[in-house]
């Protein structure tokens, strides 16, 4: 990502690196979790839980229960949430905490059938007893939540978290290497110097600051032992054997060197997302390889076959980048350059990185926090993250994301069916006007399976969602819809958002445009 870019965001971030987790760390990791397992604010409602009887009880929970034994890697959270239900079904006495769990491993995407093979698995060694009462437990759950199963492709539960790690510094890019056990980081770290960090792929910090005395290090590519890395005006090249730097190359034409990859002939292509271009390395100097007007910021990049693929972050290098100045995605001939555009990935986002799956590829993009999958002719969104999604990696099944402004990487297990996409309907309508809300959404009810709400022609907004009542009232504000609402006790505040619909969705985005975007289907 280019280091503008990086300058401006950072004006609203402020980083800390740190080598060991504190009980306060701990407990924010905790926080994080149990609201990613169970739904945003329900660390709030635990403590409210414990408040007037045992405050410690919760800290316990939040910090070590979640902070610490929940969050050591190994094991995905959903197979932690299968193993709790069925330690809870075997002890016969828990039914509220076996609810409890139940309703986090749907959240997390567990199935119903899951959770019910479980228990019939379970009535061989805890006998029919108890694992009938898991099974009504599931069926008051089911009631309780509204459950409606659905294929929606937006979801995050289809990435299923194997593990993170904290402690970077700016992590823009991670590479995986294909014969040893070793991830690379390139850390931006502001306006400091950078460095690259050695991890491994199991989430072990090996040297946080492997190889140091960088600027600002963005892209990586793996090739015979060789490191890549893109840095501003220079193309570094790091032997990783003997973790040294021993190479760098730069052009008086180079502006802001970002994403790198090596061919399987080894050379080497470059992307300048801020002067537009595509670099190679020929004779031991960086050369302009491409350039087009219709590409105006290439930022990652990637080779399949006989083309190099690039995500074009946009229009401008900007935070505010309006949806018709987003950038898409292209595919350049390596023999004749000829530049075509990939329709399913025509105006993304603000695209990022970029990795190959299978028949096609994960790409990042949103407000740069979105993860796409994208082929000649589908497109899937897979999964959608905190600000800063970057310069991600694949090997074999799993992705490895770095998350730039929170300081961490990610690695999940992908799913198995991304081949098998099928192509969503683009033909978004943005609404800017109260009248075409209310010819257009007023009086439908939208949602997914944590509930459904509506919004009235009156100006009211009632639903339920987890289990919990909706209310509050909306109304419009210049283009944007304004919304005051709570859910049970958590007060939502106000906020405006861009509203987009089409036959048979409803997409939201939070905070006029700039914040998380949810997408609902009409019931």
Do not use: C
Request: net charge negative.
């Amino acid at each position: 990502m280019k280091k503008h870019i990086i300058l401006v965001l950072a004006l609203f971030f402020s980083f800390t690196t740190i080598a060991q987790n504190t009980k306060e760390d701990n407990y924010k990791t905790g926080v994080k979790i149990v609201n990613e397992v169970n739904g945003d604010g329900a660390s709030k409602g635990l403590e409210a839980a414990f408040k007037n009887v045992s405050p410690d009880m919760a800290d316990y929970i939040i910090r070590y229960g979640f902070g610490e034994i929940y969050n050591r890697p190994g094991l995905d959270f959903k197979t932690k949430e299968l193993l709790i239900i069925a330690s809870l079904t075997t002890q016969a006495n828990a039914k509220s905490q076996l609810k409890s769990h139940m309703k986090a491993a749907l959240n997390l995407g567990v199935t119903p059938d899951e959770i019910s093979e479980t228990m019939i698995l379970l009535s061989l060694y805890t006998g029919f007893p108890a694992a009938n009462n898991g099974m009504f437990a599931l069926k008051e759950v089911l009631k309780e939540t509204n459950y409606v199963a659905t294929t929606k492709v937006n979801s995050s539960n289809q990435l299923i978290k194997n593990w993170e790690l904290e402690g970077f510094a700016m992590p823009e890019s991670i590479v995986a290497s294909p014969t040893e056990d070793w991830l690379y980081v390139s850390n931006v770290n502001q306006n400091e110097k950078g460095y690259i960090s050695r991890i491994t792929k199991t989430g072990k910090v090996d040297n946080y600051k492997w190889v140091t005395g960088l600027n600002n290090p963005a892209g990586l590519a793996l090739y015979q032992d060789k490191l890549y890395v893109g840095d501003g005006k220079e193309l570094h090249i790091i032997d990783v054997k003997k973790g040294k730097l021993i190479n760098s190359f730069t052009s008086t034409d180079v502006v802001s060197l970002n994403d790198v990859v090596v061919s399987k002939t080894g050379q080497v292509f470059i992307s300048d997302i801020a002067g537009g271009k595509i670099f190679t390395l020929e004779n031991n100097k960086l050369v302009v390889w491409f350039q087009t007007p219709e590409i105006k910021h290439p930022n990652g990049i990637f080779i399949q076959d006989d083309n190099l693929i690039i995500a074009d972050f946009g229009a401008e290098l900007s935070l505010e980048l309006t949806p018709d100045k987003y950038g898409s995605m292209y595919k350049v001939n390596l023999k004749d350059k000829t530049a075509t555009m990939i329709k399913s990935g025509y105006q993304l986002g603000a695209l990022d990185g970029l990795a190959a799956v299978k028949d096609g590829f994960l790409v990042t993009g949103g407000t740069v926090s979105d993860l796409f999958f994208i082929n000649d002719n589908a497109k899937q969104l897979i999964g959608t993250f905190p600000k800063g999604l970057a310069d991600i990696s694949i090997l074999g099944n799993t992705l490895y994301a770095p998350i730039l402004f929170s300081n961490k990487i990610e690695a999940f297990s992908l799913p198995n069916n991304l081949d098998s996409s099928e192509t969503i309907d683009d033909n978004w309508h943005r609404i800017k006007t109260k009248e075409d809300y209310l010819k257009l959404a007023a009086d439908n009810f939208y949602g997914d399976k944590e509930g459904t709400s509506v919004a009235t022609h009156d100006g009211q907004i009632f639903g339920v969602f987890g289990g919990k009542i909706l209310t509050g009232t909306w109304d419009w504000k210049d283009a944007f819809f304004t919304r005051t609402s709570k859910i049970g006790d958590l007060d939502l505040g106000y906020d405006e958002i861009v509203i987009e619909v089409n036959t048979t969705q409803m997409r939201l985005t939070l905070k006029q445009g700039k914040g998380a975007t949810v997408v609902y289907d009409k019931k």
